[in-house]
T-cell receptor, first 115, second 112 residues
Framework: DTAVSQTPKYLVTQMGNDKSIKCEQN?????MYWYKQDSKKFLKIMFS???????INETVPNRFSPKSPDKAHLNLHINSLELGDSAVYFC??????????????FGSGTRLTVV | DAKTTQPPSMDCAEGRAANLPCNHS???????VYWYRQIHSQGPQYIIH???NNETNEMASLIITEDRKSSTLILPHATLRDTAVYYC?????????????FGQGTTLQVKP
């Protein structure tokens, strides 16, 4: 069973479109995250939710809107996609927002290409 | 969170030990050292963590110097599947921000 699953794995879309990426975890973790990995391979946090409540928003443009219907799901909706949004987006989860010692579990990533 | 410095790349022969260094000279007393790796086209994977004692698990060993200003991740018998980017991260486990700060990492190439 996949612990953290993201869909879709690949997403190619045109500028100006709106798209969503879904994430689900079956680990019973309280906290979920979205990370962005750019073309230079740097990983940066975007958002964090703890029990459906937003706790981290790292100055991400308003076009990005996370939604957590329950603590097992954290979706990412992106409006008016731009070329610079092309990246790999990783979902992750952890035991709680206080960063338990055993770290995070990451999904396999969604490669978004905006053309 | 303390800043870490790692060499950008390293090579290792298959079957030999891979020793990946990390400098964290500004680490504070309550910060732990964590290691993650990212194999190509996959999400980061937790490897090991420690505070001041050396640690070992089924994946690797972590050696932390007595002054805690540096550490070394050891993969005892590297395989081709260990080729990946390895990230050293230091932070307080109870921090309420919950975020990981990834640096550049070390790209380890295991060669046959």
């Amino acid at each position: 069973d996949t612990a953290v699953s993201q869909t879709p794995k690949y997403l190619v879309t045109q500028m100006g479109n709106d798209k969503s990426i879904k994430c689900e975890q079956n680990l019973g973790h309280d906290t979920m995250y979205w990370y962005k990995q750019d073309s230079k391979k740097f990983l940066k946090i975007m958002f964090s939710y703890n029990n459906k409540e937003l706790i981290i928003n790292e100055t991400v443009p308003n076009r990005f809107s996370p939604k957590s219907p329950d603590k097992a799901h954290l979706n990412l909706h992106i409006n008016s996609l731009e070329l610079g949004d092309s990246a790999v987006y990783f979902c992750a989860s952890s035991q709680d927002s206080g960063w338990r010692l055993y770290g995070y579990t990451f999904g396999s990533g969604t490669r978004l290409t905006v053309v | 969170d303390a800043k870490t410095t790692q060499p950008p790349s390293m090579d290792c022969a298959e079957g030999r030990a891979a020793n990946l260094p990390c400098n964290h000279s500004t680490i504070s007393g309550n910060e732990y050292v964590y290691w993650y790796r990212q194999i190509h086209s996959q999400g980061p994977q937790y490897i090991i963590h420690g505070l001041k004692n050396n640690e070992t698990n089924e994946m690797a060993s972590l050696i932390i110097t007595e002054d805690r200003k540096s550490s070394t991740l050891i993969l005892p018998h590297a395989t081709l599947r260990d080729t990946a980017v390895y990230y050293c991260i230091v932070r307080v486990p109870s921090s309420n921000t919950g975020k990981l700060i990834f640096g550049q990492g070390t790209t380890l190439q295991v060669k046959p």
